[in-house]
């Protein structure tokens, strides 16, 4: 059968604007993200996207498991648009900024989570893309490099740069988002300042989930 993971839902996002995506599991917060980054084709509607973009939506994703660290940084800047110039010119910035020591030259399908994390962060961040995409991948990381994220979160937005973020955790959408979008049973149905649209979603939160018949 088919399923429709969003219903109708319409939004802009500007320049320079940080914007949450909020709503329970199976809402369809990540779709958006994939749709917006190029992974999925909408079936009805339409979706532009002006600037270049990098998106952090599935640990692991466009990463080679055979290939070590190293080469995938290599593979990971070829498919974000960059020459192997380029590239070489980034290496040792995401390299420093992974921490991953001499497991940057071991195969990634040796990698924990929270590397995979680190290295995907730091090849996503460094390629300076116009539009970053976030999807719950902070959570994973250990507090300090979540803290030196954030850190390069807010860096960009000081840059003027463009950051949809979906996440649960209410803390960290305040703290980075000016707005929010509400997402819910495939639905936009709340989009306006942050502190507002999530006071909306914990309420939200405290209704009993329905279940199917």
């Known amino acids: 059968h088919n399923f429709e993971a969003l219903k109708h839902v319409s939004f802009s996002i500007g320049d320079g604007e940080a914007v949450g995506v909020v709503g329970r599991n199976g809402s369809g917060k990540s779709t958006v ?3 917006i980054a190029g992974v999925y ?3 009805t509607g339409t979706v532009k996207v002006t600037g270049k973009v990098a998106a952090l939506i599935e640990l692991g994703a466009g ?3 055979d290939l070590t660290g190293r080469e995938n940084i290599v593979l990971n800047g070829l498919l974000l648009g960059l020459s192997k110039r380029g590239i070489a010119a980034r290496e040792q910035q995401i ?3 992974a921490e991953l020591g001499e497991f940057i030259d071991s195969p990634v399908k040796q990698y924990s989570t929270g590397m995979y994390m680190r290295l995907g962060f730091a090849i996503a961040t460094e390629v300076d893309p116009d539009i970053l995409l976030i999807d719950e ?3 994973v990381g250990d507090y300090a490099f979540q803290q030196k994220c954030q850190a390069r979160i807010s860096d960009f937005r000081r840059q003027g740069k463009t950051i949809i973020f979906v996440s649960h955790d209410a803390v960290t959408v305040r703290s980075i988002c000016q707005r929010a979008l509400l997402i819910h049973d495939g639905r936009l149905v709340a989009d306006g300042a942050a502190d507002k649209v999530l006071d909306q979603y914990g309420e939200l939160l405290k209704k009993p989930v329905a279940s199917a018949s």
């Open 95 to 97: 390299i420093d900024f």
């Open 41 to 43: 084709r909408p079936t």
């Open 63 to 65: 990463f080679h498991p």
């Open 137 to 139: 991948i902070l959570a």
């Open 33 to 35: 993200l994939k749709i």
